[in-house]
């Protein structure tokens, strides 16, 4: 797979080192799950802000060298026109790529009959929001292809811990909890670490290609 670059440079320094931490980490996780991405999967990029993690979700998301439908959804205008911007259609050989203002917990602002192969969240910051997230991640789990995979990335422990044990509450499985040991600290607040863990939750259990979490929770 080649590189997927934005087409404008990042907002801030120190993003372009995150993303590509942020590859090796998807990467990780999808070796140890033994994941085969399909060639041309549909991805939703879910919260997904200024959507800075675009280009490695395409690369590492995709085993195909084309095709594949892209979408990120947040409810900030203001971000969602610099993704636009930042990530044009034509650069990566996708069948669709669109970036859309939408609350994501009203069932009426996701896309009508599209369901995904992964749904990924960058920092959703679950505690701000509790009821918000729980409406959010039930649509999700609702639009998963039935071997998809929901993937979430979460700044602090906490944070991270609450919105796996929301998904769990809802009856989703997790697969994979793992620590990225080369997470970028954040000065601005104690424990504040970009993607400091990922978590890979998928709807049920019965998915052949997933190994038990038992020898997978680490
Ligand atoms: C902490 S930011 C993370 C943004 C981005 N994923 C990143 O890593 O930079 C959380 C994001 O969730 C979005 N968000 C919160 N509630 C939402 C909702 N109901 N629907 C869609 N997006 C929402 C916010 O607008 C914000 O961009």
Redesign the pocket.
Known sequence: MRHVLPAIDFSFPGIAGDVVRLRDLLRDALRLLKVAPPAAPSIL?????????TGVLLEVLRSGTGGGQYLG????TA?IDEATRRWRPSMHALDAIEFRV?????AH?WPAKTSFDFIF?????YW??PA??D??FRHALARLNPAGALIF?S?FDREHELAMAALQTQGAHLSLDLPHAKSRSLPEAPGKSVDKRLALMIPHCAVEHFVPPSILHL
């Open positions: 990029n879910l919260a997904c802000g200024r959507a800075d993690e959804l947040d409810l900030r971000e939408a609350d994501a917990s009203l602002h969240i960058r920092h959703q910051n701000d929001a918000v997230w409406q959010i990335t700044y």
